[in-house]
């Protein structure tokens, strides 16, 4: 692939006109917790220490997050993978694969924070052609021989983050860039370059390292030069390629008149034909399939693709796309037979009920039909599950902390398993701010004096302590508790396999008083440790 010649003189130029526009950003009070969202889940998919768990109690400190994620997970699209029903972060982890929750996080995270301005009309048409272009690179990834397919995604979505990110936080520049495109013919780049100080294409490059996302991806968003595209020899350029030409096509929709279509498509395979091997025949087929899929996400984000002006265009070149007197060809990714205009109509069909009700205060204020909601949601995920050959019992087991955790809107809840060498009981994986010390404080004999949590094993008895210094109870709470353990009231489930303890399910609030469990809740609760039971003895 041919190397890009930077626009501006110095690498030393660049960052200090980077340092310069990202102090302006952090001045918006909503860029460092953007920054923030999309750096922890960039710091999640690069540790090997990191996983699963991590992943979905990230997810689930943000309660409209986890619920635009789970309506994604739910529809048409994902279930041609298996999705079925999914009501937690868990399941639709194990479900759709690690790296898919992750890109749709992102996506969601990103577009998200950027929709709450004046301008927002604009921003979302942007978002449409970025999200279109992300979902014709999934599409395209395996005839390109890239191996991940969501790695496609993010880098074709991101391909132009200097653009929408300058429109959002610096619109009267994005104003001026246009000014002189229009009065003195310059291109996105140069002109870009002179306002801002770097090109759109450097200060996107800027921020996503600054963000934490992988080289490989940051490379993707390289602008490539003009003419014909060599061969790629690596996975990097590949991606560069997809990305380039998923967002030149969307460009190609946008500004094209119907006459000039089949001129620009042909122009467009000539430039990628040794790169991205598609036909402008088989281009109509490519476009009708995004088009379906990009449907739930607009959804999620609130934005309307009958309002949007290059989803019309975009599902007219579905059906047209082929060049004048030709008929389109049976194309070798989907199928065609359906009406493409008509799927900005079907849009609304994608669409379940959510999971968790949008109140103020997220769980702790929910209604009890709402609560017992979610813990049967979470019931018939892991019934679901324990007649699938592909979960794993820590999979299940993970399920069902998630629903307690929505649930009930515990502060923590942890997963405790006997270690057999050491006749203890040690911490595996919880939900919660911090959890990960509260994971590593459980970790206690089996042997020692009875206390509350041994008596709960010993006895298979679940038990609530709404106050752990009321004074009938405060000698029975362990020494080891009082001094790593913050709350004050907790309830424990413990898992008894053939008669013998195998784990312990535990969950907090801080302040006394904070947990009741209606009779309902806890039969539901209860129902969901049986579950683990069921799960750890199918795995024995």
Same mark, same amino acid.
């Given at each position: 692939m041919n190397e890009h010649t930077p626009l501006e003189p110095t690498v030393e130029t660049n960052r200090s006109a980077l340092d310069v526009l990202l102090r302006r950003m952090r001045t918006e009070s909503d860029f460092p917790a953007l920054s923030e969202a999309i750096g922890d889940i960039n710091r999640i998919a690069s540790s090997d220490r990191e996983g699963v768990n991590e992943l979905s109690n990230n997810i689930l400190k943000d309660f409209a997050l986890t619920n635009k994620l789970l309506k994604l997970a739910n529809v048409a699209f994902y279930n041609q993978v298996g999705g079925g029903s999914i009501s937690t972060i868990s399941r639709a982890v194990? #479900?759709?694969?690690?790296? +898919?929750?992750? *890109? #749709?996080?992102? *996506? =969601?995270i990103l577009f998200e924070n950027l929709e709450n301005k004046a301008h927002a009309r604009h921003l979302k048409e942007e978002f449409v052609k970025v999200l279109y272009a992300g979902m014709l690179a999934r599409e395209m990834a395996g005839k390109t021989q890239l191996r991940d397919v969501e790695e496609a995604f993010i880098g074709a979505m991101l391909h132009n983050l200097g653009r929408m990110l300058t429109m959002f936080y610096f619109p009267a520049d994005t104003e +001026?860039?246009?000014?002189? #495109?229009?009065?003195?013919? =310059?291109?996105d780049a140069r002109a870009s370059a002179r306002i801002l100080g770097l090109s759109y294409e450097n200060l996107g490059m800027g921020i996503a390292r600054n963000w934490g @996302? &992988?080289?490989q991806l940051v490379l993707s968003m390289k602008q490539l030069p003009a003419g014909k595209i060599k061969k790629c020899a690596s996975n990097a350029e590949r991606l560069c390629a =997809? +990305?380039? @030409?998923s967002n030149e096509l969307c460009d190609i929709v946008l500004g094209t008149p119907d006459a000039d279509r089949g001129k620009a498509l042909a122009a467009l395979t000539v430039r990628y034909g040794d790169s991205v091997p598609v036909t402008v025949e088989q281009i109509a087929g490519l476009l009708e399939r995004s088009m379906r899929e990009i449907a739930p996400f607009a959804m999620a984000v609130n934005v309307n693709l009958k309002q949007s002006a290059f989803a019309q265009l975009a599902s007219k070149w579905a059906g047209m796309a082929a060049a004048p007197g030709t008929a389109p060809a049976a194309d070798a990714w989907a199928e065609t037979d359906s009406d493409a205009p008509a799927i900005l109509e079907a849009a609304a069909l994608h669409e379940h009920a959510a999971i968790f009700d949008a109140e103020p205060g997220g769980p702790s204020q929910r209604t009890t039909e709402a609560v017992q909601s979610v813990l049967t949601a979470g019931l018939q995920d892991v019934s679901n599950s324990l007649i699938d050959d592909n979960m794993s019992?820590?999979?299940? =087991?993970?399920?069902?902390?998630e629903a307690m955790y929505t649930g009930m809107g515990f502060a923590h809840v942890v997963l405790c398993i006997k270690d057999g060498r050491h006749n203890t009981m040690c911490g595996k994986f919880g939900f919660?701010?911090?959890v990960q010390g509260l994971i590593r404080a459980f970790d206690f004999s089996l042997a020692a004096q009875p206390d509350v949590f041994l008596v709960a094993l010993q006895n298979n008895a679940d038990i609530l302590i709404t106050d752990i210094d009321d004074p009938k109870i405060?000698?029975?709470? &362990? +020494?080891?508790?009082?001094q790593h353990v913050p709350a004050r009231t907790f309830v424990l489930f413990p898992i008894i396999v053939k008669g013998k303890p195998i784990g312990l399910i535990y969950a907090d609030r801080p302040q006394p008083g904070d947990i009741a469990i209606p009779e309902k809740e806890l039969s539901l609760l209860k129902s969901l440790r049986n579950q683990a039971v069921l799960a750890i003895r199918q795995s024995l």
């Open positions: 194990v #479900i759709l694969g690690f790296d +898919a929750v992750r *890109s #749709i996080a992102l *996506s =969601l +001026a860039i246009g000014q002189l #495109i229009e009065t003195e013919g =310059l291109n @996302f &992988p080289d =997809l +990305a380039g @030409f019992v820590n999979d299940i =087991l993970r399920m069902i902390l919660g701010d911090g405060a000698t029975r709470i &362990p +020494a080891w508790y009082r």
